[in-house]
């Protein structure tokens, strides 16, 4: 199993304090040492660092941490590999553009039998995880349903997307993050949660290392900031945990559907 | 205009000392202040690490100096932007993936009267620079000509895509530097030339700032590295400058065509 990180925000916020929680988890406090990546939008554009070594003891995972890139969407992923090599190739997220956008996308889970479901033509996956190739999928069946060309309502294509991930989930394990820079999905097997942090801004503390924010100097009151994660990274504050099969979609931080 | 840096080697190697000079020119003995971009495969897979800030105060450019990664297959942009605003989603180099395998482009030169030429469907630009528009539309071109699947020789595609450099180079300047993560393909507008290296190896001084690197102690006998730049990046070697619609493809350090 992997552990997934993600955020939504309507100003652009650095996540340094959550990402310093996870990456305890690949290697320290948790066994996913095959690797890790981060992916910070920045307006359309997007960049990813990854690595395939431990986070815990990456130079790259310490640059993120001591280095605030500010970003309305994150999608962030450490492995523990189960399906297909240690490979950087193999390492989350996983990028793809599609009408002129990104689109990001991270895999917690393990799925069997997919190999005869997951057949793609104009989206095919570069490593060997049934992460990719389901991905590379769903890329696949939304255009074969939308066609070259974004719709007006881009609801309409996450909808779709949470039907493509209902019957991925019945080949296992299925939690998943996808973001179009704009957007950013969250669908839940059975291991995610997430929290949305407003005015008025509290202190928090990090459950796998010894670190405390005080999210009221670091944020303004207008400020709307969402954090997605495998389990809960902090105490003292309340995590809204997803049911098999729910899934949410999230903007500015915002709940838009879910 | 902007610099380009490439490496094709036969065991991975790192780039840090080319990289270096490069950064340079980004901010202190060059203009191009306009964002930065280096993309390093390993195995089938490729990171990207970009800055819309000067190379030359970038703090990731900090770390790509520090921290060797090493790779068969480099490509590297400096930008001074001309067409398209300074943001992350103009900063070269660009991938899109194909038949499984990650393409990675970054061009120097402008291009003008573009807008009607390139038109393309399946590979959308994200940002607004005519170096995007240009790519997309090659890699349009490059599947209307060769299908869904990679046909068994691949030099096929390289001296098709040649044909699109040069209706390109119809308007403006384009040297270009495009990799499949195991072929690296160089062409020539005005500005570009290469060095092979191999043993015996010898010391060389960088241009751009006060460094020397002694081959022979970074190297075995066996080693063979092709660099690919702009302008020469070092003194006392001889470097290869290609004329106006010159082109090159290299795979693992050696001169495939051209």
Redesign the interface.
Known sequence: MCELLAMSANVPTDIVFSFTGLAERGGVTGPHIDGWGITFY???????????RPSSES??AK?IKS?PIKSEVVVSHIRQANRGGV?????HPFT???????WTYAHNGQLSDYQDKFIS???????DTDSEMAFCWIMDKVVEQFG?NAPADMLLVYRFIATLADEIRALGVFNMILSDGEHLMSYCSNNLCYITRCAPFGKAKLIDTDVVIDFDKETTPNDVVTVIATRPLTKDEQWNVLAAGEWKLFKKGELLIG
């Open positions: 920045e307006g359309k554009g997007n960049r990813t660092f990854k690595d395939a130079h790259v640059l280095y490979s950087l190739e193999n390492t793809r553009e599609l009408w002129g956008q990104y033509t104009r989206f095919n996956a570069v490593g070259d």
